[in-house]
């Protein structure tokens, strides 16, 4: 079997999920999925000082969580490999203060899930390391002030915003054989349709997205049949409408199809807007419903293809529009 | 031969570097290795509106550089990995719009120029890909008001202060023999020392790059003496001595060692206080004098260990301490 990417995605047969930890916020734990989540806070300061500190508290429960299930300690994980939203990505760069292994910080804003996944996978196929832990984290307080406004200012939301999913998730690969594993992945191409509203991501990233899946099919000569469930990251309402049509245009079959953004809340009854964005979105989405799922064979074989707007503050200040990416990573039932 | 890593260490077989580009500041430029380098820029704002859009010009300066040495184009190169310093990893995300191939985006503060370069070593090493282009880039002015003060408020500098350097570097990785080769890597911790001060970073950053170095040495049994030259990333003055201290403290024959920090500028007549720092450092003078003379089997073997510290502002106002990591690659003329 060659190992050598087919276009932008690779199969793999040797890397499997052996555990996951999951933490959600007050609003997480009150959607449809909060009961599949190991553990919820209810105050977004979590007993610390800022917002930034309870998010990486919340980062370190899920880590703690997911290696105490393995009986695992820091040290017998070969690599961590982590994102977060935060300038520049603080929360994972400042818990890995207290991991002591080698450490590799990664950037795709919410797609910081499945990118995270797919190099993990890489590095496990390829026979460098046994054990890799990837950690992903956002925090609604933290990523408003990062990205928008305080959210003292209480400003003003547009119809089009999303909410950034406030949780923390942990996930292992290894080597080891396990009830689920990494299929394949597609890396995703940084895409800019030139929208510049860091109030309307969903619409910004639906063309990554488009790109992402598109590549997959193509590449891996698959449809969405190929799959019981497709998910994006966190598109939420508008985007997740966007994307369809695109799709739809293209005479493509959208079947089983849906956005974590919208599966993560109740949107006819959750404060949320459009649905649900950042990092923990559908790493929460998939980690903590999912992949249980996948785990009792309820699902056979799902794609999960996180979007992430790569902006700067900075840069839409200057009025530049936004870069947008999506990485894929298929997750299997093992037989 | 087994991939599988060594510790924190993984040697190599089938990486080699085929190109580069470079392009420096106006500082660099008249330094001691000012010659080296393929082009200079004379003006911090290189015909654009910020210095933001001046770091991105240099970027894809580099980018077409090294892709023309090799007559190739964007769509030739499997796969691109790039860092730099801005939040959030700006420069990159942002001129892989027009790339159109696969992206990752890693994050290692200073040490991105090691850290990329790993990374994509191994997954050329693994066969996933056959051309890796790996880019990193930092820019005084843009630097300066990410993490301190706009360089317009002429905030007095501490003694301790390193001079972020202003360059651009794109180095292309391949599994085709070629006169360099990537022979070892080794991935560094996260270590933190309680350094609160964003004016320090040499001292901060030492204890970082001993851990590294020590853990390379070990794992892979060698010792300074096994290279032509040993070079840190931007601990400048300060860092670069106390991490000599660190290693004599160890019984640690120090020979043939030196900073990038301290090569890339005339320190007794440059105004850089205690030297380069920033990713684009220990690029500038790993792409731009040392491996011509890799080439040239002037150099038969050297390791570059890039520093990095991983502050967040928004940390540093919490009073929070510094995060710091360095990343190892050994660079070796193939006979």
Known sequence: MSLHFLGNSVTLENVFIASSGTVCGPLEYLGPLGSCFDKS????????????????????????????????????V???????????????NYLAREIMKPFIGV??????????????????????????????????????RQYRYPVE???????TTTFTATGAVATLLTSQKQLVK??????????????????DMGRAMAPAAFDTLMNHFQDLKRSFHDYDLVVTGDLSMYGHQILKEMLQRQKIDVVRYNDCGCMLYDLSHQPVFQGGSGCACSALVTMGSLYPQLKDKKLKRILVVSTGALLSPMMSAQKESIPCIAHAISLEAVE
């Not at 070969?78 to 994972?92: A, E, K, M, P, R």
């Not at 993990?120 to 307080?141: I, K, P, Q, W, Y």
């Open 182 to 199: 990494v299929e394949a992945i597609t890396l995703g191409r940084v895409i800019d349709y030139g929208q510049t509203d860091a109030n």
């Open 41 to 76: 806070i209810q105050d977004y300061h979590y007993g610390e000082k800022s917002f930034e500190k309870a998010e990486r508290k919340m980062l370190r429960d899920a880590l703690d969580i997911c290696l105490k299930r393995e009986r695992l300690k820091y040290h017998d």
């Open 153 to 159: 200012y209480g400003v003003q939301k547009k119809a």
């Open 78 to 92: 070969d690599l961590y490999l982590g994102s977060d939203l935060l300038n520049q990505i603080t929360s994972v």
């Open 107 to 144: 950037y795709g804003a919410c797609s910081g899930f499945a990118l995270s996944l797919a190099l993990g996978s890489l590095l496990v196929e390829a026979g460098f390391v046994d054990r890799v832990m990837t950690m992903v984290s956002s925090h609604n307080a933290s990523a408003e």
